[in-house]
């Protein structure tokens, strides 16, 4: 999970803490895409952090266990590209597969988690995750065909082949690692997760899921649309009563964690948000 970078588009917000903190309505920023591994099921989890917010991170996470999963983290000492991650986390990688995703991304909506578990699932090759917008400028860009095959990718493009931008969530097999080795800096001097997508592609092993109506990908790193985001979130819990990326409710209800962990978590928590986890419990 992608927690660094500069956070200049959010200054002066983000120069005293990192944009994956920010709140986001009533959570930390970071705990819409980690809700996301936990739906996955993925219980081993790497933030990829800078060197002056990493103990902030452990600070609000810690290992993990008490979510019922594994949580540690490495520092990416200087923006060097998505794609760098995967160098950074080698070791955590260890030859397995891995998925990636990036710290201020939020989905929500009907049937994610069947999605997820299918791209878990996957034996080799990679599945990236497209959402139709009204501007694919602004984003890497997936031309899909009538099969959903993915026939191209590419960066900001000024004419865009299809309206599909594609998300911040990656399912890769263990190829990766050596792709993003051998990948060559781009002109901004990164190594561009494009970059990778492409190679997959050409190896045709590029698989695409395509989010529909029914789900919603909000990009938090604006101000306004981390204003939006937070709106959002706000209007789905309270017209549902359901938390949005309740990571002690997602461990629960995933059994990672029993009913008297959620006791604990919400008697550290004596607030709105304490009240909730124990009314889960009935």
């Known amino acids: ?52 917010d990493a103990e902030s991170f452990v600070r609000l996470l810690g290992d993990g266990s008490q979510l019922g999963v594994s949580i540690r983290y490495a520092v990416q000492p200087s923006p060097r590209g998505l794609a760098d991650a995967f160098l950074v986390g080698e070791r955590f990688i260890d030859g397995d597969d891995v998925a ?33 917008v009204r501007d694919p400028t602004a984003y890497g860009v997936a031309e899909i065909d009538a099969e959903g095959r993915v026939r191209s ?39 561009e997760i494009t970059d990778v997508n492409r190679r997959y592609l050409a190896q045709g092993q590029l698989r695409a899921q395509q989010f529909g109506r029914g789900v919603a990908w909000l990009d938090t790193g604006t101000p306004d649309a981390l204003l939006q985001a937070g709106h959002f979130v706000e209007a789905v819990q309270n017209r549902q009563g359901w938390k949005i990326a309740c990571l002690e409710e997602v461990a629960w209800r995933k059994g990672y964690i029993d009913d008297a962990q959620v006791r604990a978590l919400a008697a550290a928590s004596p607030n709105e948000y304490g009240s909730y986890l124990l009314a889960l419990l009935g």
Request: net charge neutral.
């Open 100 to 132: 990636l995703i990036l710290g201020d991304n939020l989905f929500y909506g009907q049937g994610l988690e069947a999605m997820l578990r299918v791209a878990a699932g996957e034996p080799d090759g990679a599945t990236i995750f497209t959402y139709p």
């Open 153 to 191: 990718i590419e960066e900001k493009p000024a004419k865009p082949r299809s309206t599909f931008a594609v998300t911040g969530l990656y399912f890769y097999d263990r190829q990766v690692v050596d792709i993003a080795r051998s990948l060559t800096p781009s002109g901004r001097g990164e190594l």
């Open 1 to 52: 999970m992608l927690a660094g970078g500069s956070g200049m588009r959010l200054h002066p917000m983000t120069r005293a803490v990192s944009k994956q903190l920010l709140p986001v309505y009533d959570k930390p920023m970071i705990y819409y895409p980690l809700s996301l591994l936990l739906l996955a099921g993925i219980r081993d989890i790497l933030v990829v952090t800078t060197p002056h």
